[in-house]
């Protein structure tokens, strides 16, 4: 299977740069205790930090909502996904527990500002393209809705789009049964390679800790769009 950035979408941002990392016989089944005491304390630690702090203050979120501007997108409506995540949470609303899988993504975007979507590969036909969406891109969403992704970031693969930074398939959604899964990072542009290199790997490696199995990762910029999975 082969992933591949558009060339158009650096013309729009000459520094996006995006993270793949590829699981294998993993499982997504519930959180270790431990685990989810961890990730319990760092969401009440960051809802006491955003007491006074405006959201669009965190570096990660102030950059995609320029990268949302660059392509045409209001962020003030089509809020990218991390934002939302981390706007509920200065409310005081908790992510709820998913599965494994899910819950360590949404951990991911809220800890780093960025968006990231976790996909089940079972559910993807074909090579993979992040692109920018037409009128015609649209899916059922894990919001519950149809979205229309114009002017929007996605991935799309054989059978049209699965993935975008506002809001996810359900085609393509992690649950339980999943073994073999993609986690596209969505990364501030401002990153260095060897910067997104190394939270990459840290990604990676926590990731398969709680799940098992193993990963291999690759970042995917202006001069290195496509990679082999």
């Not at 729009?12 to 304390?41: C, Q, W």
């Not at 006074?52 to 979120?61: M, R």
Request: charged residues 25%.
């Amino acid at each position: 299977m082969k992933i591949q950035a558009d060339q158009t979408l650096f013309e729009k941002v000459p520094d996006l740069k995006f993270g793949i990392l590829h699981y294998n016989r993993i499982s997504t089944a519930e959180a270790p205790g431990m685990l989810k005491g961890r990730i319990g304390y760092f969401y009440q630690e960051m809802q006491i930090d955003l007491e006074d702090k405006n959201v669009t203050d965190i570096p990660g979120v102030a950059e995609w909502r320029k990268v949302w501007k660059a392509f045409g997108k209001d962020p003030g409506r089509y809020r990218p996904s991390a934002e939302a995540l981390i706007r509920r949470l200065k409310k005081g609303q908790m992510p709820g527990e998913i599965n494994l899988g899910v819950d360590l993504n949404n951990f991911f975007s809220i800890r780093e500002g960025i968006p990231c979507g976790l996909y089940d590969l079972s559910a993807v036909s074909g090579d993979i393209t992040i692109r920018t969406g037409i009128a015609e891109d649209e899916y059922e969403g894990l919001n519950g809705r149809l979205n229309n992704l114009e002017n929007l970031l996605l991935t799309s693969d054989a059978q049209g789009p699965f993935g975008s930074p506002f809001v996810d398939s359900k085609r393509t959604a992690v649950t339980e049964q999943t073994t073999e899964a993609l986690h596209v990072l969505f990364l501030q542009p401002s990153m260095s390679v060897e910067e997104a290199e190394g939270l990459l790997e840290e990604t990676g490696i926590f990731f398969t800790s709680a799940t098992g199995g193993a990963f291999t990762g690759e970042i995917l910029h202006a001069g290195n769009r496509a990679v082999e999975i």
